[in-house]
């Protein structure tokens, strides 16, 4: 089974911190994602990578980045949190074709304060 | 561009009846269409979907959709439903070579 693993469930941040959220897949998936889900907006999509050190903005990318530098690992950075960001945050992986379904992680809910 | 519509923010349904949950989207070219479940305080997970073929896709729990090109639809449907499928239902479209685009999901009551 594929399993992609999220380093924190549950986040609690205060407004101005740096905060790292990791995302780690085993299945050797060429790409991966970063989405935040807020109640009746679905998922957004924030960055996404299809190889190491690439990456590519999503439709929301403002107030954050990503970086992998390995090829199971991709996390995202909030550079100083802010309240507007308090989300779900979830990590995907997908094979490198547009044929397969995505593969997500728990997801993360960070609260900024 | 694309997008997804799920007409319906929650769909309640009664034990042992069959369950719709609808979806319609627009995209150029053929599309590669999804659904997931999601429980909650938990990720996303796959139930099925259609690439190409058969119009009619079975999945995971009992689950199956519908393709339909003419009205660009992609509806869930399960002939039963559980207690346990309660959760919420994200459609998801992608073009060949694009990023998915989600709906903004159903929450799917099921009422025993």
């Known amino acids: 089974d594929v399993k992609v693993t999220q380093s924190s469930r549950y986040l609690v941040k205060r407004t101005g911190e740096k905060v790292f959220l990791e995302c780690v897949q085993d299945?050797?998936?060429?790409?991966m994602f970063w989405y935040r889900q807020d109640p009746g907006l679905g998922l957004r999509l924030i960055y996404f990578s299809y190889d190491v050190k690439m990456k590519e903005k999503g439709d929301i990318p403002e107030g954050y980045s990503v970086s992998r530098e390995k090829k199971e690992r991709f996390s995202l950075i909030l550079e100083s949190a802010s309240t507007n960001q308090t989300s779900m945050y979830l990590c995907a992986s997908s094979p490198g074709t547009s044929l397969y379904e995505q593969y997500f992680g728990p997801g993360t809910r960070l609260t900024v304060t | 561009a694309q997008s997804v519509a799920q007409p319906e923010d929650q769909v309640n349904v009664a034990e042992g009846n069959p369950l719709t949950v609808k979806c319609t989207y627009s995209v150029s070219g053929n599309p590669y269409l999804f659904w997931y479940v999601q429980y909650p305080n938990r990720g996303l997970q796959f139930l099925l979907k259609?690439?190409?073929?058969?119009?009619l896709v079975k999945g995971s729990y009992g689950f199956e959709a519908e393709f339909n090109k003419s009205q660009t639809s992609f509806h869930l449907k399960k002939p039963s439903a559980l207690v346990s499928d309660s959760a919420l239902y994200f459609c998801a479209v992608r073009a060949p070579g694009q990023n998915f685009v989600f709906g903004p999901g159903t929450r799917l009551s099921v009422l025993p």
């Open positions: 299945m050797d998936h060429e790409n």
């Open positions: 259609y690439i190409t073929g058969d119009n």
